[in-house]
């Protein structure tokens, strides 16, 4: 089972930032979170991932809890190419658990 | 730099039949996963290899079997296809195991 709880879809206005929240309550201390992204059934498109501390890069921020027990993954100017469905991963060892991931629909 | 690729992109087989799926991993990655996503459904893991070996499964029957070639590349066998073997299937690749993987295209499988 996923070890982590994603809400099922979200919408966000274009050039908005887009907050997408994930809890992983259950998360070990050496587990890592990642995010990626999935566009009309293309293979998955990575984006960040993070230990303990906040994260950046060119494509998005992450912002980790400090108990780790919950993240959020920010887009800061969405676009209509930023429709996707989004995952939130606990990577334990070889291991990445998928659920279900946010259908993050962006919109003019 | 060149990703993951997979060969072929799609592919139609008969029920009974058998089907080989291929990737190249990134340059340099010695670790290939293979996982599976039905329409509509998230991914599921099928193997990992690494350095050449099967090092992990997942809850899969024994069809589906592959191997990894000295050159990091694999090989995904499905043998005796059923209808609900249809799906998208991913290859993804890391530089260890531990480190982020990247995936390819998929190659998107339909069972008649």
């Known amino acids: 089972d996923a070890k982590t709880t994603q809400p099922t879809s979200m919408d966000c206005a274009e050039g908005r930032a887009a907050n997408l929240p994930c809890n992983h309550s259950t998360i070990s201390g050496n587990e890592y979170v990642y995010w990626y992204r999935q566009i009309h059934s293309q293979g998955p498109q990575y984006i960040i991932h993070g230990l303990k501390n906040n994260e950046t890069n060119e494509m998005a921020s992450l912002i980790i809890t400090e108990d780790r027990k919950s993240s959020t993954l920010i887009l800061p100017h969405a676009t209509l190419r930023d429709t996707a469905v989004y995952y939130c991963i606990v990577h334990s060892n070889y291991q990445l658990i998928w659920g279900a991931g946010t259908k993050l629909i962006i919109k003019p | 730099e060149a990703g993951v690729t997979q060969s072929p992109t799609h592919l139609i087989k008969t029920r009974g039949q058998q089907v080989t799926l291929r990737c190249s991993p990134i340059?340099?990655?010695?670790?290939v996963y293979w996982y599976q996503q039905a329409l509509g459904l998230g991914l599921q893991f099928l193997l990992w290899y690494d350095e050449g070996e099967e090092r992990n499964r997942g809850n899969f029957p024994p069809r589906f079997s592959g191997r990894q070639f000295p050159n990091y590349s694999s090989e995904l066998n499905v043998n005796a296809l059923e209808l609900e073997d249809s799906a998208l299937y991913l290859c993804a690749s890391s530089l260890g195991h531990t480190d982020t993987q990247y995936f390819g295209p998929g190659t998107r499988l339909t069972v008649l």
């Open positions: 340059s340099g990655h010695t670790s």
